[in-house]
């Protein structure tokens, strides 16, 4: 069936470090593919998406490519911040369904 | 637009209680759905709904109900609670289109003692 396999936290990293976090999915057709973050004490939002493959999502600083070849839509950012300290999930949608990874959570430390 | 709301906020419930979790989403929204979030894990889908009048279970929905009598409303509801619904409950919605990401609402942390 679907599924999402994200890279396993906690993640610590210092101020203006590289950011990847890992996350490859199972599909039978051609799912579109999300990063969702959740601050403490709140609701999931939306960070980026992608449709279809090789698209690019952005935002915030953050992007992840959608790669058919690989199965994977890696969450990447160039220089992360305090604020960025959450929990994030990767997630795909076929059809109605929605398929979340189990979470990475990020701390940056000053 | 409010967007997705959920009520209450908080809640704690003694063994054997019944409770509703309200959630509304003012998008018109076709699709709507029931989660929870145990400490430290994804989430887990307990039910979900296409449309009004259209309910379906997902992966946990043992000891919960729902009913969708208007595109806006999903009430969650709790029967007889459990210490094992101990949990932090999110509703989402979204459009059908597959290109559509969800919403989420706030949440609505249970504690059942």
């Known amino acids: 069936g679907d599924s999402v396999t994200q890279m396993e936290g906690p993640v610590t990293l210092s101020e203006e470090a590289f950011l990847t976090i890992n996350c490859t999915y199972t599909a039978t057709g051609y799912p579109s593919l999300f990063w969702y973050v959740q601050y403490p004490g709140e609701g999931l939002q939306l960070l980026l998406k992608a449709t279809k493959a090789d698209d690019k999502g952005s935002n915030k600083g953050f992007e992840a490519t959608y790669r058919k070849e690989t199965t994977s839509f890696h969450l990447e950012k160039g220089s992360v911040q305090v604020s960025d300290s959450a929990v994030y999930f990767c997630?795909?949608?076929?059809?109605?369904?929605?398929?979340f990874g189990t979470g990475t959570s990020l701390t940056v430390i000053p | 637009n409010a967007g997705v709301t959920q009520t209450p906020k908080f809640r704690i419930l003694k063994i054997g209680q019944s409770m509703t979790l309200q959630c509304a989403q003012d998008?018109?929204?076709?699709?709507m759905y029931w989660y929870r979030q145990d400490p430290g894990m994804g989430l887990k889908l307990i039910y979900y709904s296409v449309g009004a009048g259209i309910t379906d279970k997902g992966e946990v929905p043992n000891g919960y109900n729902v009913s969708r009598s208007t595109t806006e409303d999903f009430p969650l509801r709790l029967e007889l609670a459990a210490p094992s619904q101990t949990s932090v409950y999110f509703c989402a919605s979204s459009f059908y289109a597959s290109y559509n990401e969800q919403f989420f609402g706030p949440g609505t942390r249970l504690t059942v003692l």
């Open positions: 998008m018109n929204h076709n699709y």
């Open positions: 997630a795909l949608r076929a059809g109605n369904q929605f398929y």
